[in-house]
């Protein structure tokens, strides 16, 4: 089988400089800086092009653009800049990765066999959804998995927030900020999240919590959520809840499908990186979601696709004067000296 640029499995085409796994904020950006420094970049989309923003309503928080534009919109300029100066775009999908020699290799969905010197790997997370009737319908026209994205688009609105841990706190909190109600909805009669946030919600005026309770079916009208169907988990009573808006925070899941017993995950599955973005693993980098389980900005993700890009640079550039690499050696820092004391 043939991708379209032509690269037949199992054939010794040229080795590529560096791969990037992912179209996300932290792919794209990636290839641009990677490109910028003439290493003629491949990324390899997946197959949730665009990552999570390409499902997010407005962006107002990117810098540069006040206006505000759309997810969708925000990943096509992405994609657009990184090939301007050369990234190449593959709209295909990585089925296994081989890091136990170098080049590495890279086996796609369509076929394609690539072999790289250096792998960026920005595969991204993606949220637990509630898998039910009315979630995939009308994710982005009420459905949200991200409050600091969309929380400023329901001001003076009734939403509910499903979850119980440290994350459905927080966005509850948040999005006290511009709802006129948040109630949250959680299947068990406690919250799991933290002390200090179960305190800060229950003295919230704006956050009512239903406990025992579970989303069965979200509906809407006119392409917009208008209330969701819910069912008491101890008496199995169903009823139904009118509301502008669901956000979702029953977990999210980073897509490392590919990496188990290659390259190091933390009890999360997320990828273990140092500050210059290293894995395990000499010449694999790794940038967005995939390892950042804390901020889970676009802007973050892009500030850590730069810099992923860059620490590739150095390590290619180390490869071309000829020094030395030990491939058996974890490459990351994690306990730096100190430069010195806080006055």
């Given at each position: 089988?043939?991708?379209?640029?032509?690269?037949?499995?199992?054939?010794?085409?040229?080795?590529?400089?560096?791969i990037?796994?992912?179209?996300?904020?932290?792919?794209?950006?990636?290839g641009?800086?990677?490109?910028?420094?003439?290493?003629?970049?491949?990324?390899?989309?997946g197959?949730?092009?665009?990552?999570?923003?390409?499902?997010?309503?407005?962006?107002?928080?990117?810098?540069?653009?006040p206006?505000?534009?759309?997810?969708?919109e925000?990943?096509e300029?992405?994609?657009?800049?990184?090939?301007?100066?050369?990234?190449?775009?593959?709209?295909?999908?990585?089925?296994?990765?081989?890091?136990d020699?170098?080049p590495f290799?890279?086996?796609?969905?369509?076929?394609?066999?690539?072999?790289?010197?250096?792998?960026?790997?920005?595969?991204?997370?993606?949220?637990?959804?509630?898998?039910?009737?009315?979630?995939?319908?009308?994710t982005?026209?009420?459905?949200?998995?991200?409050?600091?994205?969309?929380?400023?688009?329901?001001?003076g609105?009734?939403?509910?927030?499903?979850?119980?841990?440290?994350?459905?706190?927080?966005?509850?909190?948040?999005?006290?900020?511009?709802?006129?109600?948040?109630?949250?909805?959680?299947r068990?009669?406690?919250?799991?999240?933290?002390?200090?946030?179960?305190?800060?919600?229950?003295t919230?005026?704006?956050?009512e919590?239903?406990?025992?309770?579970?989303?069965?079916?979200?509906?809407?009208?006119?392409?917009?959520?208008?209330?969701?169907?819910?069912q008491?988990?101890?008496t199995g009573?169903?009823?139904?809840?009118?509301?502008?808006?669901v956000?979702?925070f029953?977990?999210?899941?980073?897509?490392?499908?590919?990496f188990?017993g290659?390259l190091?995950?933390?009890?999360?599955?997320?990828?273990?990186?140092?500050?210059?973005?290293?894995?395990?693993?000499p010449?694999?980098?790794?940038?967005?979601?995939?390892?950042?389980?804390?901020?889970?900005?676009?802007?973050?993700s892009?500030?850590?696709?730069?810099?992923?890009?860059?620490?590739?640079t150095?390590f290619?550039?180390?490869?071309?004067a000829?020094?030395?690499?030990?491939?058996?050696?974890?490459?990351?820092?994690?306990?730096?000296?100190?430069?010195?004391?806080?006055?």
């Amino acid at each position: 089988m043939t991708s379209t640029n032509g690269h037949n499995a199992g054939s010794q085409a040229p080795v590529e400089n560096v791969i990037i796994i992912g179209s996300g904020p932290a792919g794209f950006t990636a290839g641009l800086y990677a490109a910028r420094a003439n290493l003629s970049p491949l990324l390899i989309t997946g197959n949730d092009y665009g990552g999570q923003v390409s499902i997010t309503y407005d962006i107002e928080n990117y810098p540069g653009f006040p206006e505000s534009l759309s997810g969708p919109e925000l990943v096509e300029k992405f994609k657009a800049q990184a090939e301007k100066f050369g990234t190449r775009v593959e709209f295909d999908y990585v089925k296994e990765i081989v890091v136990d020699q170098h080049p590495f290799l890279v086996r796609t969905e369509s076929g394609a066999e690539y072999r790289t010197r250096t792998i960026i790997v920005s595969t991204g997370a993606r949220p637990r959804y509630l898998e039910v009737p009315g979630e995939k319908e009308f994710t982005g026209k009420g459905v949200s998995y991200c409050a600091t994205c969309d929380g400023f688009f329901f001001r003076g609105k009734d939403v509910l927030v499903v979850g119980g841990g440290d994350s459905a706190a927080e966005e509850a909190l948040f999005l006290t900020r511009y709802a006129s109600r948040v109630r949250i909805l959680h299947r068990r009669d406690k919250l799991r999240a933290s002390k200090i946030l179960q305190d800060r919600v229950f003295t919230n005026e704006k956050i009512e919590v239903l406990w025992n309770t579970v989303v069965t079916e979200i509906v809407g009208k006119n392409g917009a959520v208008t209330g969701v169907k819910t069912q008491d988990t101890v008496t199995g009573e169903e009823g139904f809840l009118t509301t502008d808006g669901v956000f979702i925070f029953v977990g999210h899941l980073p897509n490392n499908e590919l990496f188990p017993g290659k390259l190091e995950l933390d009890e999360d599955g997320h990828l273990i990186t140092d500050r210059k973005y290293r894995t395990n693993v000499p010449g694999i980098f790794a940038a967005g979601e995939i390892q950042d389980k804390v901020f889970k900005q676009v802007a973050t993700s892009v500030g850590q696709g730069c810099g992923a890009a860059m620490s590739a640079t150095r390590f290619l550039e180390e490869l071309e004067a000829g020094h030395a690499i030990d491939w058996s050696a974890d490459p990351r820092e994690f306990a730096l000296p100190r430069v010195g004391a806080l006055a």
